[in-house]
């Protein structure tokens, strides 16, 4: 009885925070309506934002205002976080489709996909961009923006108490910049929101008009990849405007916490940081193999084949999905190359998606560990570490356990997501390309992936996108804790 | 907002951290073992420095020199001693505050600047206290008798 009471104040703390998180959601859905000045003719969309944003807040309103007041020097725990986070995100998300659905666009499935596509900065479409209002095209960036940052680093930056210290892990958004949580989100936003103003001017200096500009900064430095051209940045077939979108996207791929050294001037640590390292490693190794084995084929001058090779390397790895030209026309190894960066994505604690440089680099220097180890004397004591942001970071073994089982249950879903797609019909390697892609949360596209695919294709990259975004085992938690207290409850009556 | 070094994860240490960071300030823990820092709370979120506080490398990774308070609550009173002379006198540290396990080491604190706090003397001081009210009290009982 007494644990079915406590049971009860905790979850009246949830549905708080939920509360609260939702009301926030309801504002973002405002930000598009800013615009209006600009574009006076599309008022009569207008209220397509309004009706979901007043639903939303009058549902939050209820959830904040009528859940009994608890003490206020309530934490939560990891578990706790995770079920907020889960279901503050899919309330997000549903709610993010209204838009599309009240104008007229999408059915519920294909909002629901675009919409997921936005909020984990996929960037996989089905909206098309040639005839839909400047509204949509904002609101799409907008989502990628919260999406890159993560709804719990918005809010915990502004209005919540730093007492959810449970939800700003299970965002997966765990490295923090400055010892106090509050702080520490704060300076993300503040780093982030910088990058996408600088973003910004470059765009608009390098020949971008100013509302594509706004779009593709936001859509960049969240690695997500929403462009409002048919063929996104090969529509201007400029190589400022490229070198531009190189640069947000390696900025939006590395870590908070490393920006936080490097914008502190700290280079030596910058280029210890193993992320890093990796990154360049891989970009080194990828780009001349692509232009050898596979880009080659395809262009007539040197230039243009290096070009082609650098933008889908930095967009693979980085997880954005920005593009120059189509991938069909790409031979089996330059395709399986892209499926490679793909799964192996961006930084951890960036708005990246894919399994993290982290978790690749250690999983490597521990084989490099295992070898040399074998070589030393028994009795030896060594420390293994690596550089994480601006501190030395001792590796434990459990910590290779954690990324090694993280590696395998990603690999495993991505083997289910793509034998769901062969039983579509479609050919290994689109198949793998495109799941890799929705699961990486990168939002390249093969061609499966259009208004007309079958809504099982939809419903497979929609639950891969989440389960990529929020990397798997905070959901797991979340939903095994719910079953579990549900269960509690009605066994004890 | 105050950039806070403690030092000792330990009962005292982990609930002057928590306190601290509930509060908003910024803190660094640094204990030996790592398993001290179970005891924090979670709504702790400052960082843990997982070394010996008496390696000058250690007290540089929490940024002793950027730290405007400086707590030291280990149980061994030499190692307070030496990390809280480092502090004061090598790193300027605005305010440095010590635990005194054992109440006569307190004479190496004189006139160094360094604010000492000895549980034992604390513990006698509020005896005091509440025994002279109540004395007090048993006092203005009779007299109203």
Not at chain 1, 273 to 291: A, C, D, V
Not at chain 1, 297 to 312: C, D, Q, V
Not at chain 1, 355 to 383: H, M, N, Q, T
Request: proline share 3%; aromatic share 14%; net charge neutral.
């Amino acid at each position: 009885m007494r644990y079915i009471n406590i049971l009860k104040e905790r979850y009246q703390l949830i549905i708080k925070y939920i509360g609260i998180l939702t009301m926030a959601a309801s504002a973002f859905l405002l930000l598009p309506l800013l615009s209006l000045p600009f574009y006076p003719e599309e008022i009569k969309y207008s209220y397509s934002f309004l009706i979901p944003s007043i639903f939303l807040f009058i549902i939050g309103y209820i959830f904040w205002k009528y859940t009994k007041h608890n003490r206020e020097e309530v934490s939560l725990s990891l578990k706790e976080g995770g079920i907020i986070v889960l279901i503050s995100w899919l309330i997000a998300v549903i709610s993010s489709a209204l838009p599309f659905m009240l104008i007229g666009m999408l059915n519920f499935t294909q909002a629901i996909f675009e919409s997921m596509s936005g909020w984990t900065t996929t960037g996989l479409s089905v909206v098309d961009v040639t005839t839909a209002p400047k509204l949509i095209l904002l609101w799409r960036s907008i989502m990628q923006f919260f999406g890159g940052a993560g709804l719990v680093v918005v809010m915990m930056s502004s209005v919540l108490h730093p007492y959810g210290f449970g939800l700003y892990k299970a965002e997966g958004r765990s490295d923090q910049l400055l010892p106090h949580v509050k702080r520490s989100t704060k300076a993300i936003m503040y780093i982030y929101t910088g990058y996408t103003v600088a973003g910004i001017l470059l765009y608009v200096l390098t020949g971008m008009s100013l509302f594509d500009a706004f779009n593709h900064s936001l859509a960049a430095l969240s690695t997500g990849g929403f462009s409002t051209q048919v063929d996104s940045i090969g529509h201007y077939n400029s190589l400022s405007i490229e070198v531009v979108t190189w640069i947000l996207m390696l900025l939006g791929t590395t870590n908070f916490a490393t920006h936080f050294a490097l914008l502190k001037g700290k280079f030596k640590i910058f280029f210890k940081n193993g992320e890093i390292r990796l990154l360049l490693i891989l970009n080194s190794i990828f780009i001349p193999i692509l232009i050898f084995f596979s880009v080659n084929k395809l262009y007539s001058s040197l230039p243009a084949i290096t070009r082609r090779s650098i933008f889908e390397t930095i967009t693979a790895i980085s997880t954005t999905g920005f593009s120059l030209d189509t991938f069909n026309t790409w031979n089996a190894f330059g395709t399986f190359s892209i499926i490679i960066l793909m799964l192996i994505g961006g930084g951890t604690g960036s708005t990246a998606g894919g399994i993290k440089l982290y978790r690749i680099y250690l999983i490597f220097k521990s084989i490099i560990w295992e070898i040399k180890g074998y070589f030393l004397p028994a009795d030896v004591v060594k420390k293994n570490y690596i550089w994480r942001g601006e501190t030395k970071l001792d590796i434990k073994s459990n910590f290779v356990m954690e990324a090694a089982n993280y590696v395998v249950l990603y690999i495993f879903t991505y083997f289910l997501g793509v034998l769901i797609f062969l039983s579509q019909g479609y050919s290994i390697s689109d198949s793998m390309f495109e799941f890799a892609s929705a699961l990486g949360t990168v939002g390249l596209s093969i061609g499966i992936t259009a208004v007309d695919a079958p809504p099982i294709i939809l419903w497979t990259e929609t639950l891969g996108m989440f389960l990529g975004r929020l990397e798997f085992f905070v959901i797991f938690f979340a939903i095994i804790k719910i079953f579990k207290d549900i269960n509690y409850i009605y066994s004890s009556k | 907002m105050m950039y806070v070094v403690v030092i000792g994860c330990g009962k005292t240490g982990s609930a002057i951290a928590d306190l601290l960071s509930k509060n908003g300030e910024d803190v660094v823990v640094v204990d030996k073992l790592n398993s001290s820092f179970n005891l924090l709370s979670p709504e702790y979120t400052g960082f843990t420095v997982n070394g010996d506080a008496t390696e000058l490398e250690i007290l540089l990774e929490a940024k002793i020199d950027k730290a405007d308070l400086m707590i030291i609550t280990t149980e061994i009173d030499s190692v307070n001693a030496m990390v809280s002379q480092i502090a004061k006198k090598l790193y300027d540290v605005p305010k440095v505050i010590v635990k005194i396990n054992e109440p006569l080491k307190s004479v190496i604190y004189r006139n160094t600047g360094i604010i000492t706090l000895s549980p034992t003397d604390l513990f006698i001081d509020k005896l005091r206290d509440k025994l002279s009210k109540e004395e007090g009290k048993a006092l203005d009982e009779e007299r109203t008798i």
